[in-house]
């Protein structure tokens, strides 16, 4: 009897061991199998950002492909980033105009002015001597020279007498010199070459607060719908033209915008600086002329000096 049930535990024993080990067995398949699934999974991760690698270099593989990548990081406002680029590509390809205009954007952007001008001065001789010309009027422009500024920007738009936002800068820079009258013609020839421009409208609603023309103003404001902050910004300045004090620009009576707000076409950015690409595109505002063709017209035939069809 004893036998019998030592037997009898003896397979119960045994079949539990089985039961365990099959267990066991199915466990360390699954297990297994699962971290080849995830080894492969990894390999195809790997492997996809191997290739996308791959196609970025090739996409850079050209100067000119590089160089519009360095472009669209500055437009980003990536100014550091875009100076080891332009290293880098300088190592490749050698220097050229071109990879000394953004060099020397860049440069200014990031508060080295004085490596910024000499760059600047490298461009004279070249097909960028008139972007060389502005950056220098930028940076004395930013030092508060703004006769010096008027001189600079003046002989970049004679290189090139329809970059509209030059003869935006060129206009605010007369304005800060007190050559009031002389702001007018930039002002308006900008506005019409670059209707969508934030920075054109708010320099010349700077120009028309500031000699007392507020009503045709507020008329260019609303046409291009501009923010209450823009709107405000500008009057500020202009009252403190008015008053002979020190005047800030638009974009700086204002607190420093957040990301979501630097997207915005509607907010001006500094005059006198080159554009930035969040402002340079024309989402978000619908300019005077896409709402309104006669209202664009009116808009910028203000001054009752103009001629027919807003012609300074």
């Known amino acids: 009897m004893k036998t019998l049930n030592f037997s009898v535990y003896s ?3 045994a079949r539990l061991l089985a039961c365990i080990a099959a267990a066991l067995v199915v466990t360390g398949c699954g297990a297994l199998k699962d971290q ?3 080894s492969a999974d990894a390999q195809q991760r790997a492997a996809a950002e191997a290739a996308a690698d791959t196609k970025a270099g090739a996409a850079v593989d050209t100067k000119a492909t590089y160089l519009k990548l360095v472009e669209q990081m500055q437009k980003e406002g990536l100014w550091f980033a875009s100076l080891a680029h332009i290293d880098a590509l300088e190592q490749r390809w050698g220097v050229s105009p071109d990879s000394t205009r953004m060099r020397a954007d860049a440069l200014r952007q990031t508060g080295q002015a004085a490596l910024s001008e000499a760059a600047y001065k490298r461009l004279q001789g070249t097909p ?3 972007a060389g010309y502005r950056g220098l009027g930028l940076l004395a422009g930013a030092r508060g020279n703004y006769a010096e500024a008027v001189q600079l920007l003046q002989q970049a738009q004679r290189l090139t007498p329809t970059d509209a936002l030059l003869l935006s800068d060129l206009g605010y820079a007369n304005l800060r010199a007190g050559r009031i009258a002389e702001a007018r013609l930039p002002l308006m ?3 019409q070459l670059r209707p969508d421009s934030a920075q054109a409208q708010s320099n010349l609603a700077l120009y028309l607060e500031a000699t007392d023309q507020s009503e045709e103003a507020n008329r260019l404001m609303e046409a291009n719908r501009m923010s209450a902050a823009a709107r405000a910004a500008v009057r500020d300045a202009a009252q403190q033209m008015r008053a002979g004090g020190t005047v800030l620009p ?3 009576a204002r607190p420093i915008p957040n990301a979501r707000e630097l997207a915005r076409e509607d907010i001006a950015p500094p005059p006198l600086m080159l ?5 340079s595109g024309t989402g978000g505002i619908r300019t005077a002329s896409q709402l309104n ?3 664009a017209d009116a ?3 203000m001054s009752p000096n103009s001629t027919s069809r807003g012609t300074p």
């Open 293 to 295: 063709p006669s209202a």
């Open 275 to 279: 554009k930035a690409s969040r402002w």
């Open 189 to 191: 020839q900008a506005l």
């Open 11 to 13: 397979q119960r024993a």
């Open 36 to 38: 080849y699934a995830a």
């Open 128 to 130: 960028l001597e008139s």
């Open 250 to 252: 638009p974009a700086a």
């Open 299 to 301: 808009a910028v035939s």
